[in-house]
């Protein structure tokens, strides 16, 4: 898995976007942009992955640079539940691992 | 109402036992992951499984071991010879091992003493 470079925390308020930001630079032409999240004493949450185009999902959008070396996570209208560890992945092309980094902790102010 | 379950949730034994993690899921998942977490650090690979009977050394499988019997479970083994047992762990599953979302289990929090 590439490399994977994200800040340490961030804060937002409430019903208000959030831009979570990835760099991946190291990334292979093959490897999967994925994003998961995690709140204290749970398991990750997929939250979406993607190869090169952006997408789109319920929950998310996922912004992916033209030359695939960084990506951004993209919230719309952050709630208090969107509070935790977001985890951003470059890989999972070897037989599936995520390689989990340390994650940006989102903190959503009311 | 289809997932992924752990069980225990809270675990403790003493050193020099082994103890055996449960992980089941119901959503017709080909693959199956342990992973291990420490406090404040991101997940680390123990084993995974690609198909029943069919299993494969993830990046610290040392000290542990599974089986895969059937499609909808994965036990894993935390043996003595684990250093350092205690830990979160994790289990996931995914309808296939390349390019597909992971479905985690609520976690088991083992402390071995």
């Known amino acids: 898995d590439a490399k994977t470079t994200q800040p340490n925390s961030m804060e937002s308020n409430e019903e208000e976007p959030v831009h979570l930001p990835c760099n991946h630079s190291t990334i292979s032409g093959t490897d999967y942009i994925h994003w998961y999240r995690q709140l204290p004493s749970q398991g990750p949450e997929y939250v979406i992955h993607?190869?090169?185009s952006n997408v789109n999902n319920r929950m998310a959008s996922l912004a992916i640079a033209e030359d695939r070396k960084s990506s951004t996570l993209i919230l719309h209208r952050a709630t208090l539940r969107d509070a935790a560890v977001y985890y951003c992945i470059a890989g999972g092309t070897s037989y599936g691992k995520l390689t989990f980094g340390q994650g940006t902790i989102l903190t959503v102010h009311p | 109402d289809g997932g992924i379950t752990q069980s225990p949730k809270y675990l403790f034994r003493k050193e020099g036992q082994n103890v055996t993690l449960s992980c089941e899921q119901n959503l017709n998942h080909d693959a199956m992951y342990w992973y291990r977490q420490d406090p404040g650090q991101g997940l680390r690979l123990i084993y995974y499984?690609?198909?029943?009977?069919?299993?494969q050394k993830g990046d610290i499988a040392e000290g542990y071991s599974v089986s895969r019997e059937k499609k909808e479970s994965f036990p894993l083994t935390v043996t003595s010879a684990q250093k350092n047992p205690t830990a979160f762990y994790l289990c996931a599953s995914s309808p296939g091992l390349v390019g597909y979302e992971q479905y985690f289990g609520p976690g088991t929090r083992l402390t071995v003493t």
């Open positions: 499984s690609q198909i029943v009977n069919d299993f």
């Open positions: 993607g190869l090169t």
